[in-house]
């Protein structure tokens, strides 16, 4: 006798489920992350009996997996992913809506519809029609005759197109859209994310596809969906950036392949996105000029140094307590920086407007930056301008001191292949490396030492 369906409430975060609706999960922690979903039991009849059981293997009878990747043909994208794509990976990307997801790995297919012209390619779209498809890859030169596009939401009907077109490299825009007839749930639930991603994570890896999942992200900015999704594919990675500005940064959060160290940049132009050759040049200020509030920092973001530029403005305001204001940084690590300011440097700042921002719309979340804040902050109230050559890179404590940050050496040599001539740091970096660098490298202790730089 087959058993009754029954409606169960399942949290979209992790899985939990309950019988009744709870405001909060008990196993996650998750505030109003509860959807109702239809559970029907599997019978025993029909239950798979464990066939043919393996045992474990020792150590050395094992041998080692090795990949041959596949070079996209970009190589940002190739720098986040480990080196290239591997066959039968199952590849998950998530951004803003109009962030350029679909541009990226449209042209990604351009590429390597290029490199191997003998091997058919799929782009599944639920979201867009064939001929928007068609349009942006026609715009990117892609003429590949293997190249099929389709537009649908069924996932019976897209596995079976799977089956007969055989194809090397697909894309299925999105995941949220896709649903299996087999479910009676909407679209985007928990229940349906979870067997398709399921069914389509086993036809990649029993025929070596190399599958891209492209993901909606909620206002919280994860994506959207149960985070089982995130652990049943091989890579995590995140395309962010300013929709209504030109640059976007390519980012893995996990990668089964390879590191998650790294970070890939592009520039959003008329004909696509192009890669950035040289990050450090596009996230500085073009103002080659010496002015006040503004002043750099050398970040390291995967295994390479990039030069950002932090500004700020100090305000007088006379109808009440100051406000504050930031962009690419913690509010709350900005307000720490004026609070050292005011403790250890005498200096009101409760009464001021105080904007900071990092230009670019770089989101710098790491305390390297702290020496920076404290300088263009200093430089604003004091209206002293900082030599445009001058670099600032230190954590900064509550008692107002200045600690050095790792990886002084990679960023030292940065520094010189930009032919910059000042390093702002602790006295720790400047007995380590002033006999072995070309830089002029300023000690300072505390942060009142910085007026020494600003000529006060």
Not at 80 to 98: H, K, M, N, R
Not at 281 to 302: H, N, R, V
Not at 422 to 449: G, H, N
Request: hydrophobic share 35%; net charge neutral; with cysteine.
């Amino acid at each position: 006798m087959a058993k009754k369906s029954k409606k169960v409430f399942e949290c979209s975060n992790c899985g939990f489920q309950t019988a009744k609706w709870m405001g909060r999960c008990t196993d996650c922690g998750e505030w109003n992350s509860f959807v109702e979903e239809t559970f029907t039991p599997v019978q025993e009849s029909i239950k798979v009996k464990a066939v043919g059981e393996t045992a474990p293997k020792k150590l050395k009878e094992i041998e080692v997996e090795t990949y041959n990747r596949v070079s996209t043909g970009i190589g940002e994208f190739d720098r986040v992913v480990g080196g290239g794509l591997v066959p039968g990976s199952l590849i998950l990307i998530g951004g803003e809506p109009g962030i350029g997801k679909s541009t990226l790995l449209t042209e990604m297919l351009s590429k390597l519809s290029g490199q191997q012209s003998d091997q058919s390619f799929l782009y599944v779209s639920g979201e867009e029609s064939e001929g928007q498809v068609a349009g942006r890859a026609k715009r990117m030169g892609l003429k590949n005759d293997s190249f099929y596009i389709y537009n649908e939401t069924n996932w019976q009907n897209i596995l079976n197109q799977i089956k007969k077109i055989k194809p090397r490299f697909m894309v299925l825009d999105s995941i949220q859209t896709t649903t299996s007839s087999e479910l009676q749930s909407p679209p985007g639930t928990v229940s349906q994310i979870r067997e398709v991603t399921y069914e389509l994570m086993n036809h990649v890896k029993a025929t070596g596809i190399t599958c891209f999942i492209v993901g909606h992200i909620t206002k919280d900015g994860a994506i959207a969906g149960p985070k089982i999704l995130e652990h049943m594919v091989d890579t995590v990675i995140y395309f962010e950036g300013d929709q209504f500005g030109h640059y976007r940064m390519l980012r893995a959060i996990k990668n089964r392949f390879g590191n998650t160290n790294e970070v890939g940049i592009f520039e959003m132009q008329e004909d696509g996105l192009n890669e950035v050759k040289n990050p450090s040049q596009f996230f500085l200020d073009d103002d080659l000029e010496d002015s006040f509030g503004k002043s750099l920092t050398c970040i390291k973001e995967g295994t390479r140094p990039l030069f950002v530029e932090v500004q700020a403005l100090v305000a007088e305001n006379k109808f009440g307590s100051g406000r504050r204001t930031t962009q690419g940084l913690d509010n709350n690590r900005v307000a720490m920086m004026v609070a050292i300011i005011e403790k250890y440097a005498n200096i009101p700042m409760g009464m001021n407007d105080i904007y900071v921002n990092v230009v670019g719309s770089m989101k710098l979340t790491t305390r390297e930056s702290d020496l920076s804040i404290i300088a263009a902050l200093l430089s604003s109230y004091k209206s002293k301008p900082i030599p445009k050559d001058t670099v600032f890179l230190g954590e900064v404590g509550l008692t107002g001191e200045v600690r050095t940050v790792p990886h002084m050496e990679m960023r030292i040599k940065e520094m010189e292949q930009l032919n910059y001539k000042t390093l702002v740091a602790s006295p720790k970096v400047a007995k380590d490396f002033a006999q072995k660098s070309k830089l002029k490298i300023i000690p300072v202790r505390k942060v009142t030492d910085i007026f020494k730089v600003l000529g006060d």
